[in-house]
């Protein structure tokens, strides 16, 4: 029988071997439908031509950047790390002063507001909703910022890494339960899933069942796509391994530095509502609240700890950005979340 010759359409950002492969593959395919006589053997080649392409130009690929990981370790930090005093304005100037901090005033001062309205249970499930969704996202985004000090291998100086990911990895860790020298304990996940039956009555899958309909946290899953495309991308600015690490580790402690008035102000609001609200009669379980009452403060130190080993002096102004970033987005959300019960008031 006679070959046919493949298409000899190439994929731009195939490599030499992968369009050798592809056209093979290609060619094979093609055979196979001349001699089997099917018809439609034009969309099916073109069909397989396709995948090379789908996986070259995967998110990962972007998110890793091996490309740019020729420069000398050596060249990380031969100049001074951030210093103290500029981070410390940082976190003073951007999240301290910013608007996440407003927005988060407004979405408690509503939490209380609750407290006058018999209709608080239903008031508040839209935001039980948002906060399940939210909590568990920062999971990914921690994750995602240590991959992107973790593919600094080979840019990166070798010490300064290492110590960087030990730091960054304590707090991720606790998420699942574990802490340094103690016992597996509950996930937060599970916490929360204890806090919010133990003041309402119902399992969270009472929420997380209309998570696709009634009750979508919007809100949320708009924040939790932006956290990802920042900082999968460097803020969409910052190209390179080095400073898109950098970025990642600006945005990790935003996260934390932010979390710390967070949770400790939802400690204290739901507190307040349960005095009002629940008049002793639920016996709340408040040990998801609490733990992250106490343990954001040390895990801000531990995110400023992060970038203190890290971050170059020189990258200062794109932990600005990333801390910038995070401040707008993390307010859009929280303002959406005071909205959720102010609209219904
Ligand atoms: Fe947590
Ligand atoms: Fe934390």
Aim: with cysteine.
């Amino acid at each position: 029988m006679k070959t046919i010759e493949v298409s000899r359409i190439r994929p731009a950002c195939l490599s030499k071997d992968g369009a050798r492969a592809h056209a093979i593959s290609s060619a094979r395919a093609t055979r196979v439908e001349r001699k089997s006589g099917r018809a439609g053997a034009g969309t099916r080649t073109q069909a397989i031509s396709n995948r090379p392409e789908k996986f070259a130009s995967s998110d990962f690929a972007s998110l890793v950047d091996l490309a740019a990981a020729d420069i000398p370790e050596t060249h990380h930090l031969q100049e001074q790390v951030i210093s103290e005093d500029t981070l410390c304005k940082l976190e003073i100037g951007v999240l301290d002063s910013g608007e996440g901090m407003k927005a988060l005033r407004r979405f408690n001062d509503a939490l209380d507001s609750l407290a006058w309205r018999e209709d608080w249970e239903s008031a508040l499930e839209p935001v039980w909703a948002e906060m399940a969704y939210n909590l568990e996202s920062f999971n990914p985004v921690f994750t995602a910022c240590m991959l992107k000090v973790q593919c600094t291998l080979g840019s990166s100086d070798y010490v300064a890494r290492d110590a960087c990911l030990q730091s960054l990895i304590q707090p991720l860790a606790g998420e699942y339960g574990l802490h340094e020298n103690e016992k597996l304990d509950k996930t937060h996940r599970e916490l929360f899933s204890d806090f919010y039956t133990s003041v309402t009555g119902r399992p969270l899958s009472h929420i997380l069942g209309k998570s696709s309909t009634t009750l979508k946290p919007r809100a949320g899953q708009l924040l939790f796509a932006q956290m990802m495309k920042d900082i999968g991308s460097g803020g969409g600015v910052f190209d390179g391994p080095l400073q898109q690490a950098s970025y990642a580790l600006g945005y990790n402690l935003a996260v934390e530095y932010l979390a710390n008035p967070e949770k400790t102000w939802l400690l204290d609001s739901f507190q307040r509502l349960s005095n009002a609200m629940l008049e002793g009669k639920a016996k709340v379980d408040w040990k998801f609240l609490e733990v992250h009452a106490l343990g954001e403060k040390e895990h801000a130190e531990i995110g400023h700890r992060a970038v203190s080993v890290f971050v170059p002096q020189a990258h200062a102004r794109i932990v600005q950005r990333a801390m910038e970033d995070h401040d707008r987005d993390f307010a859009a959300y929280y303002n959406q979340l005071a909205r959720l019960i102010e609209e219904t008031a």
